[in-house]
Each structure stands twice: as structure tokens, then as C-alpha cells.
């Protein structure tokens, strides 16, 4: 079955840390030089993650493909052949290095994986993820609240609610104490 022409996304290879740079600038091009009809969507799929810094939450954001951009254009006709002008017209943009696939073939994404990568990018807007994944059994220090400068060990982990249950000295027991991933950082 052929692919329709706005079912073609495509993963282009692009300078590392250009890819806001390069998103933008094909983003400017496809209005100034009415390329709408060929290139659709300019992608970077990202998601926001939390992290403690010197005693201080703080969020960022981060890219699931670093050095990659994800395209939705019409690149190959019904023949299956390239669109000499949407190819040049990426090509030719800065910090374009290339198209995963081969040098002068690019491979479309297969739907399955187009779905689940627009899937996920959706899914992550609304959250923010914890930069560092712990363990059970991990030891750690608490970074903020009424147990501040504490050390313990993991106990449970619940990535749904971004919990952790910490298992901390108090006055010379051990007690379970509930805190959010930000609220720890790796001893």
C-alpha cells in the first residue's frame, strides 16, 4: 500500500544542540517560501524533567533524540520517487546534516512507530518526569523538607505519583517516610 503524502514522517539528521535552532529556521523558510504544501510539521520531541540543583528544584527540558529532528513532509511521490524540491528545500537548510536511512534515500518512519513516538511526546507534555531513576535498595540523601540532609534507602517506588518511600534513622530507628523524587537526590 502506498504511503499517502501526509503519512510520511522522516528522521533528519541535524547538529547537535542546533535543533531548536534548525526547527525554527525550517519552521521561517516553509512560510517564506510557501513550502506548506510539501513540509507539514517540524518536530522535537521532548519531555520536562525535574531535577534538585544546590538545594533547588528545578525543570528542564529535555530531548528524546538529541541531534534529530522529526519531520511530517512529502518527500516521495507515488512512484516512489524523491520531490526534488522537498528534498533540496531540507537539505539545504542550516544544520541540516542529513536523512536517517542512506545518503540519498531516506526511509519514512513506519506508522506504528510515527503513533507511538507522537503518542508518547503527547503524553509527556502534561507531566514532568524526575531526571534521575532510583532504585530499591539505592542509598540516598534527602534534599528538602522536615527530614533535610537525612540519608536513607529505598524502600518502594511509585513512578505513577513520582513517590518515593525512604526508609530514614529517626532518633535511632528506622522510620518509612513518603517524599517525592525531587525531594531526593543519589548519596
Known sequence: ??????????????LS??????QDNLVRRIKLEEMSDYVYEVLIPTERVQEIKRGKKTETTRKFFPGYLIVNMHLLDDNNQLVDKTWYFVRETDG??????SKDRPTPMRTKEV???????????????PK????????????????QN??????????????????VTIFGRETPV???????EKA
Not at 534521575?132 to 527530614?147: R, T, Y
Open 115 to 129: 503513533e507511538g513516538l507522537l503518542a508518547q511526546v503527547r503524553e509527556r507534555e502534561d507531566t514532568v518526569k
Open 132 to 147: 534521575i531513576s532510583f532504585e530499591v535498595g539505592d542509598k540516598v540523601k534527602v534534599a528538602d523538607g522536615p527530614f
Open 178 to 184: 513518603d517524599l517525592e523524587y525531587w525531594q531526593v
Open 150 to 167: 537525612q540519608n536513607g534507602i529505598v524502600e518502594e517506588i511509585d513512578p505513577e505519583r513520582g513517590k518515593l518511600r525512604v526508609s
Open 1 to 14: 500500500m502506498p504511503i499517502a503524502p501526509r503519512d510520511q514522517w522522516y528522521v533528519v539528521h541535524v
Open 17 to 22: 544542540g542546533q535543533e531548536q535552532k534548525v
Open 96 to 101: 541540516v546534516i542529513g536523512f536517517a536511512g
